[in-house]
Nanobody
């Protein structure tokens, strides 16, 4: 049983910063990809950032240059440093663990709310 526990969401003013963290536990394979998705009210869930076990990263165009994803393979954690936050970044952010390369599944966290407002 794989569990993902997110932390770090909250309310921040425009231009501010937040750091999200996600800790994975259970049967974790070394060849996994971890990442973050988000879903704003009335919108589809979208990919924000992803990072492979070899530290190859990918970002949505809307966050490139503002967000930074990192992971600690020894601790099975992934972080998302979010700078220069804007109201359009307001959403529920979900941690994701993709283990399909290991013939396993994709796992999702419960989500953490990020609200950017003055």
């Amino acid at each position: 049983q794989v569990q993902l526990v997110e932390s770090g969401g909250g309310l921040v003013q425009p231009g501010g910063s937040l750091r999200l963290s996600c800790a994975a536990s259970g049967r974790i394979f070394s060849i996994s990809t971890m990442g973050w998705y988000r879903q704003a009210p009335g919108k589809q869930r979208e990919m924000v950032a992803g990072i492979t076990s070899g530290d190859i990263t990918e970002y949505a165009a809307s966050v490139k240059g503002r967000f930074t994803i990192s992971r600690d393979n020894a601790k099975n954690t992934v972080h998302l440093q979010m700078n220069s936050l804007q109201p359009e970044d307001t959403a529920v952010y979900y941690c994701v663990l993709d283990q399909r390369l290991a013939h396993d599944y994709i796992y999702w966290g419960q989500g953490t709310q990020v609200t950017v407002s003055s």
